[in-house]
């Protein structure tokens, strides 16, 4: 079921991580040694990775590297969306890799990759090809961003919203599926690139599109899967259930499950970006998911 977990996502992203209340990073850095000492501790089986950082900046990891955060980490993700949010071209993606390489023995993960409709769904499909020239075999697991376009109804989960101005409503035309369920033409092509390529999609709170996404990712030969469990939904009512529910759904797969989150009553603010109050909650919470779903 669960092959790998992830610290947290897009930590050196302000929409994930508040490094102005966590200036420099310090709690975070903390926070990882700790969760992933935990969880080695639980199962020394499970791949430990270092959630996917976006931009792809070595100097953040050499940061974490000197506080010693990546002593029990396994490998390191990177997010990249040259096409959308990037100041650099697909064609420079083996560049961004080398990069991470020269700082960091640990093996490169791409756990985030994808190319948005909102300007034309060509667009999408040439970036997947591409996508799948420049990294397949050239890292050791790469996931695509994403199954299911984010429906309008829901906020992105950005800080900076309408204030990105168009970047903002990238973020509603990522999937190769509409909200609605209808295929894009980028589709037909992904299941040329499976089983090498994996797909990431975060399933909400009691999600209403995990049954038919199941379907489509048997359909497309997906078998590597990233998607998350949320330390802020392990408060809410009913949690464990649907967390149950959700994981025993998945079973199939070979899962990257990412912990990420803060609930507000635990954060330093009361907002999921924010450093915990108590980093050993955080760690706690992690050996629970292991204990419950590894």
């Known amino acids: 079921m669960i092959e790998a977990v992830k610290f947290w996502n897009e930590p050196n992203n302000k929409s994930h991580w508040d490094f102005e209340i966590d200036k420099d990073w310090v709690i975070f850095s903390e926070m990882v040694k700790m969760a ?31 506080r010693g955060a990546l002593a029990d980490i396994d490998a390191i993700a990177v997010h990249g969306f040259p096409l959308d949010w990037n100041h650099w071209q697909i064609n420079h993606w083996p560049d961004k890799i080398a990069e991470i390489e020269a700082v960091t023995n640990l093996p490169i993960w791409v756990t985030e990759v994808g190319i948005s409709t909102f300007g034309a769904e060509e667009v999408q499909e040439f970036g997947l090809r591409r996508t799948a020239e420049l990294l397949m075999g050239r890292v050791q697991r790469v ?12 906020e992105a989960t950005t800080r900076h919203r309408e204030a990105e101005g168009s970047s903002y409503y990238r973020h509603f035309y990522m999937g190769l599926l509409r909200e609605d369920g209808s295929p894009k033409l980028a589709l037909k092509h992904f299941s040329d690139f499976t089983p090498e390529f994996g797909i990431c999609q975060w399933f909400h709170f009691e999600d209403e ?61 009361p907002h999921h970006t924010s450093p915990p109050q108590n980093i050993a909650e955080f760690a706690d919470f992690c050996v629970e998911m292991m204990r419950r779903y590894a």
Not at 143 to 154: G, I, M, N, T, V
């Open 36 to 66: 992933a000492q935990a969880v080695k501790a639980e199962n020394s089986g499970i791949t430990r990775v270092l959630g996917g950082i976006s931009p792809i900046d070595p100097l953040f990891i050499t940061k974490l590297e000197s």
């Open 143 to 154: 996931h695509w961003y994403s199954l299911y376009d984010l429906p309008k109804a829901w």
């Open 209 to 269: 599109r995990l049954e038919p996404a199941i379907q489509w990712l048997r359909k497309l030969g997906v078998k590597k899967l990233r998607t998350g469990l949320s330390w802020a939904d392990y408060l809410r009512p009913n949690a464990h259930q649907w967390f149950d529910h959700m994981m025993k759904s998945l079973e199939e797969f070979d899962l990257t499950v990412t912990f990420c989150f803060t609930p507000e009553a635990k954060g330093v603010q």
